[in-house]
């Protein structure tokens, strides 16, 4: 029954997941493309969730959900398109023949995964140890054999955000 | 028995195709963004699997090296915005084929 749940569960947010994002690569207005994106990302957080790793599911939800929309949300207030200024899309032919060569990606990563579950049977998950993933073990690697990572990571922010905020600034 | 690590690496194959497509076949720059966003999601997606399948002890790296990926797809997408940005107020539009001025 907990493996039903689960299974369940991966699909549904699985399913959440890709038609958010095919809503995103082919929604005609940029706004409601940025709220598809936060469908996605929800569902994302979700499949984080099912994968043990619950610090990260709340991290996606407030970095991807709560930050780079609502930076994507700004810079399209700031743009302020009108419909004309939309501009057209690409031609039917160059979307189906680059939909093709994308569906060709996916299968080239796909079919070795399928082949490998027909020869060799599915890779379950080990049994979760209920300690494994937790944020308290996460949160003492990262404050003691990552710290470098964490303040570079810092740092790498402050570079990107004072580069930003030179890039759309005012210049007179 | 359908959540497993090849189904969860066929889903972040779709997502990364998905974002692909995005990033190939749209024109509007903003729309480009959010692809990359998407296949960066894919990616870290892959990462998470492989470490609930093979982690044991290491599975905190991994969530360490995934939260580097994020900040890191934070910062990208902040920069790439203010790029977009700049370039609106110089070309007026957000079409990329209208960014032709190196064209022969």
Redesign the interface.
Known sequence: MD?VL??I???AF?AL??GG??F??T?RK?FY??MS?IV??GG?AA??Y????P??AA??VM??AG??VV??LM??M??G?KDE??????SAV??MY??L???L??AA??VP??R??LFNG?????AADPR??SAA??G???FSS?AA?YDL?GV??L???I??????GR?K | MIFNLQSCLILSAALFAIGAYGVIARRNMVVMLLSVEIMLNAANLALAAFAKFHGGALVSQAQILILMNMAIAAAEIAVGLGLLIAVFRNRKSVDSARLDLMKW
């Open positions: 493996q689960t299974d569960a991966f699909l699985a997941t890709v994002a095919l995103v690569v929604g940029p493309c940025v994106l996605s990302m994302v499949l984080f099912l994968l043990s790793a610090f990260l991290a996606q970095i991807y930050s780079v930076l994507f810079a399209l700031l743009l398109l200024e939309l501009g057209s899309e690409t160059y979307r680059s939909a060569m994308c569906l990606f996916a990563v796909a995964v399928v490998m579950t599915v890779s379950e998950f080990p494994a993933g073990e996460f003492y690697e990262v990552n990572a990571a790498l922010i570079a990107a955000l580069g930003t905020v030179y890039l759309a210049k």
